[in-house]
């Protein structure tokens, strides 16, 4: 079982625009899109497509967006555990131009929470996982609560022999690595927030992979979308993914989690390394042209398997 837990959701709101005029009226082109979004739900729902056994815990606000995303979680043909707040959810706004193919994000702020949710979401987790399991911690961490509220976490999932892939950035990401989680998972901005400088090749990737090992990762995968590049660094293995040249045709959400559901997704069924990064790079790929938070089958995911190149570095030259 494959356990997500979100403390920051977020109700995605998606519009298609033709041409977005700033200070003009404008009409929207078909229906707009709502998605339950924020990172552990939406590494959920890419699981589930995958057909992985998967379960998902909230910290969900109690407030009139909090009751539709609540709504749209029934939905869902998976375990939801909702775990109640007394502040509010929040909410973002994506608008897709279509014709200059840029999209405007309009993200709401986060809510601040009390360090007694943190410590409930806990109990909750700890009634649920087993040995065995992967528990994904995942999103940013909430205002209000406890700098080291992940490695919390991460010592409640590893106290009961389950392992921890952790998908956060900054401060948060800095206390969790002392409980040394079993995959740290970064994208390009949180890589740069931790780091403080530009990544923007192999060997950046590489350098920034390396660092998080040695401060208590066992494995690190670092995905940078605007270059199409990717690594996967443990004790034994250094693995690079090029993605396919973007046709600009959907919108950022979900990309990055869906790497990661189907890099999980191989790992749960035993695929080596390898394909596990070829799905879920395949994932990333076929995301990429979506509108909203979408996320395809294996059976669609095959149309994209043959468009990625996944790559031992040991067994390559070196990378340019």
């Known amino acids: 079982m494959i356990i997500t837990v979100t403390l920051t959701p977020t109700l995605e709101?998606?519009?298609?625009?033709h041409y977005l005029g700033v200070g003009y009226t404008n009409e929207t082109q078909g229906p707009v899109r709502l998605d339950?979004?924020?990172?552990?739900?939406?590494?959920?729902r890419a699981l589930h497509r995958l057909n992985c056994p998967t379960q998902s815990l909230i910290l969900l606000g109690n407030d009139s967006v909090g009751e539709v995303y609540e709504s749209l979680l029934s939905e869902e043909a998976f375990d939801v555990i909702?775990?109640?707040?007394k502040t509010y959810t929040r909410s973002c706004t994506v608008i897709w131009d279509d014709k200059n193919q840029l999209e405007t994000r309009l993200v709401g702020s986060d809510p601040r929470l009390d360090q007694a949710d943190i410590i409930m979401l806990g109990e909750a987790l700890a009634e649920r996982v087993k040995a065995g399991d992967m528990v994904v911690l995942a999103g940013d961490l909430p205002y209000g609560v406890e700098p080291d509220s992940f490695a919390y976490l991460t010592d409640v999932v590893q106290g009961v022999g389950a392992k921890v892939a952790l998908a956060t950035n900054g401060y948060a990401?800095?206390?969790?690595?002392?409980?040394?989680?079993?995959?740290?998972v970064l994208d390009q901005g949180s890589a740069e927030a931790y780091f403080n400088y530009p990544i923007?090749?192999?060997?950046?990737?590489?350098?920034?992979?390396?660092?998080?090992?040695?401060?208590?990762s066992q494995q690190v995968l670092i995905f940078v979308k605007?270059?199409?590049?990717?690594v996967l660094v443990d004790a034994d293995e250094q693995w690079m993914v090029e993605f396919p040249e973007s046709d600009c045709s959907g919108t950022s959400s979900g990309v990055w989690d869906a790497m990661v559901a189907g890099f999980l997704a191989g790992?749960?069924?035993r695929r080596p390394l390898g394909e596990a990064l070829e799905l879920g790079a395949a994932a990333a790929t076929y995301a990429t042209m979506q509108i909203g938070n979408e996320f395809g089958t294996l059976k669609e995911l095959k149309a994209h398997l043959d468009d990625?190149?996944?790559?031992?570095?040991?067994?390559?030259?070196h990378p340019a």
């Open 13 to 17: 709101r998606t519009l298609v625009v």
């Open 36 to 44: 339950p979004a924020g990172r552990g739900i939406n590494i959920a």
């Open 82 to 85: 909702v775990v109640p707040t």
């Open 173 to 184: 990401l800095r206390d969790a690595l002392k409980a040394e989680p079993d995959l740290v």
């Open 200 to 216: 923007r090749t192999y060997e950046d990737l590489l350098t920034s992979a390396h660092h998080l090992r040695e401060a208590g």
């Open 226 to 230: 605007t270059k199409g590049l990717a």
């Open 267 to 269: 790992r749960s069924k």
């Open 308 to 317: 990625v190149d996944v790559i031992s570095i040991d067994h390559a030259d």
